[in-house]
């Protein structure tokens, strides 16, 4: 488990170097009081373990850059990939004061060592208007482009970026779709249409593509206030659900999308670990009406049929 006494923690990613895992993850000051203030103070924390439960706090990765960048007011969720030259690249979200913090972009930053890292020329990919909602629709309180999730692709062609995005058209309550851009390079990004079709979620958060014990899946957050009128009457409970699909890229049925066992688990990620194989690890939401705001331990995940289940 990861607590700080001084700060809330959130949304996280990991990354493996062999030896240790690194967790990277949102995090902001418990002195601001309100949680929901937290958002527009939020930074890049680090940490890292070798058993997924003790972890080492290292120095924070990321923080706001200076006025006037893209980024100045705050550094959201992202992923960490290795590029061909061994370095390792971290794909961030970020907002600006410009803006207010309502209009989200992408960018990235390099490190040889995952502690030290250096922010690159950027942003890389923004929401394009020709098949993404942009914040002058006024239809949704924010412009959707975060929480990059970047990925080699299956059969060698570069890199795939898929990000929480929403299209132009349909009922705003269920607009969200799996955004999508390439790469051959991880520097010269191409923004394209989107990988799903709106299926009654007002976001899709936090996306993850992974292969688990064979089953190709996405997994996403979404909590039970951003979910369609008919999708909310399937609704069981938790944030945190699963799609089974025919590869890492899709297609994804999400008639057979359901909620892992959790009551306040959200963000979460699929980490796969040479002992404890493959567990989800994410923050603990609101409990009894209270936000709790510290990662979990990894909670084993077996593959039952063409599901995903909590152990």
């Known amino acids: 488990m990861l607590k700080l006494a001084d700060h809330w923690v959130w949304d996280s990613w990991t990354a493996y170097d062999g030896t240790h895992h690194h967790l990277f993850f949102l995090r902001a ?7 929901d203030r937290r958002h527009l103070r939020a930074s890049i924390g680090h940490a890292r373990s070798t058993d997924l439960r003790s972890w080492e706090l290292l120095p924070d990765a990321l923080v706001a850059a200076d006025p006037d960048a893209w980024d100045d007011q705050a550094t959201w969720t992202g992923s960490v990939v290795r590029a061909d030259d061994g ?3 971290m794909f961030y979200t970020g907002v600006s004061r410009a803006d207010r913090g309502l209009v989200q972009r992408i960018g990235v ?6 502690v030290v890292w250096e922010r690159l020329p950027g942003p890389v ?3 394009d208007p020709r098949w993404y909602e942009t914040l002058d629709q006024g ?3 924010d412009e959707a482009w975060r929480d990059p999730w970047v990925l080699r692709d299956p059969d060698g062609d570069g890199w795939h970026m898929l990000v929480t995005a929403r299209v132009r058209t349909g009922d705003p309550i269920g607009r969200s779709v799996v955004g999508h851009a390439r790469s051959q390079d991880l520097e010269h990004w191409e923004v394209g249409p989107p990988l799903t079709s709106p299926a009654g979620f007002g976001q899709l958060e936090v996306t993850q593509v992974e292969v688990v014990d064979g089953l190709p899946v996405l997994i996403f957050c979404c909590l039970s206030e951003h ?7 399937e609704w069981t409970g938790g944030g945190m659900w699963v799609v089974p699909g025919e590869s890492l ?21 699929l980490v796969q670990d040479p002992v404890l194989g493959w567990s989800l690890i994410g923050f603990r939401d609101t409990e009894d009406g209270q936000f709790v705001g510290e990662i979990t331990d990894p909670l084993p995940v077996v593959r039952v049929g063409d599901r995903l289940q909590l152990a």
């Open 29 to 35: 000051s418990r002195a601001l009081l309100e949680p």
């Open 125 to 127: 990919t923004s929401a």
């Open 87 to 89: 370095s390792w690249r």
């Open 249 to 269: 890229l899709g297609p994804w049925d999400f008639s057979r999308a359901h909620t892992f066992d959790h009551p306040s688990l959200y963000a979460a990620r």
């Open 139 to 141: 239809t949704w309180f």
């Open 109 to 114: 930053a390099r490190s040889d060592d995952l």
């Open 227 to 233: 979910l369609s009128p008919e999708r909310r009457q």
